[in-house]
């Protein structure tokens, strides 16, 4: 290994370091002219004074998903699920609309989340506005899953598992085991052998992904419907995985000898994304501080400022660096493949060959419909098209009608009723 690749992994080390439970924005700027001087201690208190504006921390903004339903006035339930490979995952469940009861004969729908994200991420907005309350209200039976290694998902059987193991994977492994195991509890549970699926994000790749191993998904799929879908992101602009797809190629070294398993963004990395992309009313709203917006871009026209503290308190809500860094490999080489681990050895331990595996378009023989925002940073409208050109039965590719529609207005946008989720519903009620 040469000195440049030492001095960016020792970069990379740097930026991706936890100090403590700090994982927030400290404007640097700000630190200059600071009356405490550019000390350890004034960051710590503009860290501190930070927290307390936006008031992120407390738990009235950042209950669990099942206890938000509750207080909405749905039934929830929670159900525990143990993938082939021993991983304790948490799914959540609307089984009726409000005052309802229960009946067996309602469609059920799967909704997943994203990259960094949670089952939170489709309730946070509150009735008449998150897209699982306004499903229940249309008669479905809702289900949402949490894939390995985020806030709900972050438990396996085996209790002496080391972190260098149990945080040993990406979306490959959501694919091949969480998701199937997700939708066969859900269909033994509610005894359909049919459902609808929505993903977002990295919940669209996964169950593209899935359809690779297990066919029985995509023939039990009534619809799938992708928002801010992909299978490539050869072309994506975010500031994050740019500096992700540099360190692309040292990962390895990286797992093995530095230990940086769980993806914990220090304050530095933050702060350097943060002055990339980050305007001064962003600053002023606490944008900066969240990883996920500087990862997915900020739409002012789309984001209820109300709501904008309680999407905060649930977001991000973890994921491996190696999931990180597969989206990174994913840049460099503009294909759609699984993990390479950057050796023969680990690679035929992992996949039974010295190349990870390509994955194919012509097993997602399921009705699709896209639906990709202009100004998405993740997924970019070149990177959209070329999974739409490859889909065999593709029954919608609509473009939301806003220029500056973004990645996670697809989850909080406050004119989505209108634009995507109204769409949806209308497309549901045809299959």
Known sequence: MGLTSIARIITLLVLLSSQGSSRYYVNVAVMENHPMGNEIAAWDLELQESMKEHNVGDHEHSKPTDEMIVDAGYPAETHTVITDDGY???????????????????????????????????????????????????GYDVWMGNYRGNTYSHQHVNQDI???????????????????????????????DTFYYIGHSMGTLTYYTACNYHHWI????????????????????????????????DIQWILDYLGLYEFLPSNWLIEWWAAKVCDESMMHQGICENLMFLVAGYNKNEMNSTALSYIMG???????????????????????????????????????????????????????????????????????????????????????????????????GMHNMEKVYGPTMELMEKY
């Open 162 to 192: 080391d972190k260098k193991t149990y945080w040993a994977f990406t979306w490959d492994e959501m694919a091949e085991h969480d998701l199937p195991t997700m939708l066969s509890h859900m269909m033994e549970v509610t005894g359909q």
């Open 218 to 249: 995509q023939n039990a799929t009534r619809l799938m419907v992708g928002y801010g879908p992909h299978t490539i992101v050869a072309n994506m602009i975010s500031p994050v995985f740019g500096l992700m797809s540099q360190f692309a190629n």
């Open 314 to 412: 649930h977001t991000p809500a973890g994921t491996s660096t190696m999931n990180m860094l597969h989206y990174g490999q994913s840049v460099n080489t503009g294909g759609w493949a699984g993990y390479d681990f950057g050796s023969d050895q680990l690679n035929l331990r992992r996949w039974n060959s010295t190349r990870p595996p390509t994955y194919k378009y012509d097993v997602i023989t399921a009705p699709v419909a896209l639906f990709w925002g202009e100004n998405d940073w993740l997924v970019v409208p070149q990177d959209e098209a070329a999974l739409a050109g490859k889909l065999p039965n593709l029954v919608l590719n609509q473009r939301v009608d806003e220029d500056a529609y973004t990645h996670l207005d697809f989850l909080w």
């Open 88 to 138: 304790i995952l948490t799914l959540h469940r609307i089984p009726h609309d409000a005052g309802g009861t229960y009946n067996r004969t309602r469609p059920v729908v799967f909704l997943q989340h994203g990259l960094l994200s949670s089952s939170a991420d489709w309730v946070v907005t509150g009735p008449g506005k998150a897209l699982a309350f306004l499903l229940s209200d249309q």
